[in-house]
């Protein structure tokens, strides 16, 4: 039990980055993968906000603050789900 608990130790303790862990993903992909959902989710964004103000204009200005934003939070949110080991 003692052997068991010191290689669990061991494990948790060893930090690994995505270059030495191959199921990671390196953090470009993570802004590949941001960028591309962002441009799908923003066209929806522009076509509802078109369709519930009528004004093209008001609807750009939306979907341009929440392409940023939300390109940003997808980012983070892809690193922080990449440090889980679960499911993986």
Known sequence: MILDQMI????????????S???SEKPIRS????VSWRVIGTLDTL????ILTGEIVLA???ASVDFV???????FHE????RIKWGK
């Open 31 to 34: 802004i590949a993968k941001a």
């Open 69 to 75: 934003t939300k390109m940003i939070l997808y980012f």
């Open 8 to 19: 669990i130790d061991k494990v948790a303790s060893k930090k690994t980055t995505y270059e």
């Open 79 to 82: 690193r922080i789900w990449n």
């Open 21 to 23: 862990d191959k199921s």
């Open 47 to 50: 076509v509802v906000s078109y």
């Open 60 to 62: 750009t200005s939306i």
